[in-house]
């Protein structure tokens, strides 16, 4: 029904930029949330930001004036354009959607397959 494909990651040398994108496609009526999470070996899923359909985002405070979602609504597309990259940073990078389908049915479970992010020092 709800597809999430994410594009961008790869490896980078510390202080260096990656751009994720990440496309939702499928019967989808309304996005109310997208956002991007990520996940490092040992640790827990975490928020990295997210924004609403307003266009409101929120950050974690550890990529807080490094980082920036955007979203391009007419594309169903959200953006992460992540600067100053550290190795702390590196994780697998996941996008999510909080959205309603044409069925009315509404979910924020929809996830993406995921993209590594690699920082070295």
């Known amino acids: 029904q709800v597809q999430l494909v994410e594009s961008g990651g790869g490896w980078v040398q510390a202080g260096g930029s990656l751009r994720l994108s990440c496309a939702a496609s499928?019967?989808?009526?309304?996005?109310?949330?997208m956002g991007w999470y990520r996940q490092a070996p040992g640790k827990q899923r975490e928020l990295v930001a997210s924004i609403t359909g307003g266009s409101s985002t929120n950050y974690a405070d550890s990529v807080k004036g490094r980082f920036t979602i955007s979203r391009d609504s007419a594309k169903n597309t959200v953006y992460l354009q992540m600067n100053s990259l550290k190795p702390e940073d590196t994780a697998v990078y996941y996008c999510n959607a909080d959205l309603t389908l044409n069925s009315l049915t509404r979910s924020g479970d929809y996830w993406g397959q995921g993209t590594q992010v690699t920082v070295s020092s």
């Open positions: 499928g019967s989808i009526l309304r996005i109310h949330v």
